[in-house]
């Protein structure tokens, strides 16, 4: 059996916006009868919402040969790095895309001094939270706690900083 080509992440660029829209949307989509209808809004924005997100901060995308599999997008919250915007396509999903993005959001965070990651989730995520706590995210008290009515929960990673 040939082995697949390897996984690749590389910033995402203007042009790679409605590639990244549609993912979201495709890796949610599944579970927007969870979210209130502006919760799923957000979880799942549109091209321009994703330029926006460009301008905030990184979003990355990772790529198989041609085929996009997935995305994440991180921006600074005071000392931490807060992820937003993760997803994977179904198909692609236990292939190791998930880590590696959020690898790749880890080397970032630590390359800017950060000492911690945070991210947000829904309760129903179950196997994407069970991908955060493999790569070392534990659940914490900290807010917010509902996104549109949509109930949250933020999840931490204490990460070393590269110096």
């Keep these: 059996m040939?082995?697949?080509?390897?996984?690749?992440i590389r910033q995402a660029t203007p042009p790679d916006a409605p590639a990244l829209a549609e993912i979201l949307h495709e890796s949610f989509v599944e579970y927007e009868a969870l979210y209130t209808q502006e919760a799923f809004a957000a979880t799942a924005p549109n091209a321009d919402q994703i330029l926006t997100r460009m301008r905030e901060g990184p979003v990355w995308l990772a790529s198989r040969e041609a085929e996009v599999l997935g995305?994440?997008?991180?921006?600074?919250?005071?000392?931490?790095a807060y992820v937003r915007g993760m997803a994977v396509l179904p198909g692609a999903r236990g292939s190791g895309v998930g880590a590696r993005l959020l690898?790749?959001?880890?080397?970032?965070?630590?390359?800017?001094?950060?000492?911690?990651?945070?991210?947000?989730?829904?309760p129903f995520l179950h196997a994407e939270i069970q991908l955060y706590q493999r790569s070392g995210f534990r659940r914490t008290d900290e807010g917010p706690h509902e996104l549109f009515g949509t109930p949250l929960f933020t999840m931490e990673k204490d990460i070393l900083r590269r110096e």
Aim: proline share 5%.
């Design 2 to 8: 040939q082995a697949l080509p390897p996984i690749q």
């Design 71 to 80: 995305t994440v997008a991180a921006v600074m919250k005071g000392e931490s």
């Design 103 to 122: 690898a790749q959001v880890e080397h970032w965070a630590s390359d800017r001094g950060c000492r911690r990651i945070l991210l947000g989730t829904t």
